[in-house]
C-alpha cells in the first residue's frame, strides 16, 4: 500500500476508531468488566497528572511551533512528536477513568456550572473532537513525506490550524481542570 496516496482514506478510519473509543469509554459503553482495575491511589491521581501533561503539551506545542518558524525541523518533529505522544498518553488515562468512575460532576455553584464551565467545556470537547482527523492527518503525511517534500502537501496549512485548535483545547483543559480540581 501505497501511504502518500492512502493518507485522507486513512485518516478518516482512525478519526473513526479514536472517535469511536473516546465517545464509548466516556459514554460508558465499555464493560468495565474488560478493563484491569488499578488502585484507587491511581485512579484518583489520573486528573492530576493529566493537567501536568496538558501543560506540559502546550509547552511542546509551542516549542514545536517555534522551531518551525525558524527552520529547525528536526526540532519541531521531535517537540509535535512528543506532543503527539503526551495526547496519546492523556486520552488513555482519561478514557480508562472516565470508563470505570463515569465524569466528574461540577461542585461550584450552579450559576458558574451554566454561564461559564459547560460552555467551556462544550468548545474544550468540540476543539478536541476536531484536532483528532487533523493531528492524525498531518502526522500521515510528516509520515508519508521525505522533509523537503512536506511543503508541497497541506501539511504546512493544516499542521498550523491543528497546532493552534490543539494549544487552544489543552489550554482549556486546564482551566476545566482548575475549575473542577482546585477552585470547587
Known amino acids: ?10 485518516t478518516g478510519l482512525l478519526s473513526v476508531v479514536a472517535l469511536a473509543l473516546v465517545f464509548a469509554a466516556a459514554g460508558q459503553a ?12 491511581v485512579i484518583r491521581a489520573i486528573p492530576h497528572v493529566n493537567a501536568v501533561v496538558s501543560v506540559t503539551a ?11 518558524r525558524e527552520g529547525d525541523v528536526t526540532r519541531h518533529r521531535r517537540a509535535m512528536l512528543t ?11 482519561y478514557l480508562y477513568r472516565v ?25 474544550h470537547i468540540l476543539l478536541a473532537v ?6 492524525i492527518y498531518v502526522l500521515l ?26 494549544l487552544v483545547s489543552f489550554a482549556l483543559g486546564t482551566v476545566v481542570y482548575l475549575l473542577l480540581y482546585v477552585l470547587y
Open 1 to 10: 500500500m501505497n501511504l502518500r496516496r492512502r493518507v485522507p482514506e486513512l
Open 30 to 41: 465499555i464493560p468495565t468488566a474488560y478493563l484491569p482495575r488499578a488502585p484507587e491511589w
Open 58 to 68: 502546550i509547552l511542546t506545542i509551542v516549542v514545536g511551533v517555534r522551531a518551525i
Open 83 to 93: 506532543t503527539a505522544g503526551l495526547f496519546a498518553a492523556f486520552l488513555v488515562a
Open 99 to 123: 470508563a470505570l468512575e463515569g465524569t466528574t460532576d461540577f461542585g461550584g455553584p450552579s450559576a458558574v456550572e451554566q454561564f461559564f464551565y459547560y460552555p467551556l467545556l462544550a468548545i
Open 130 to 135: 476536531i484536532c483528532v482527523p487533523l493531528v
Open 141 to 166: 503525511l510528516a509520515a508519508a513525506y521525505p522533509v523537503e517534500r512536506l511543503p508541497e502537501t497541506r501539511h504546512p496549512t493544516v499542521g498550523r490550524v491543528a497546532a493552534t485548535l490543539w
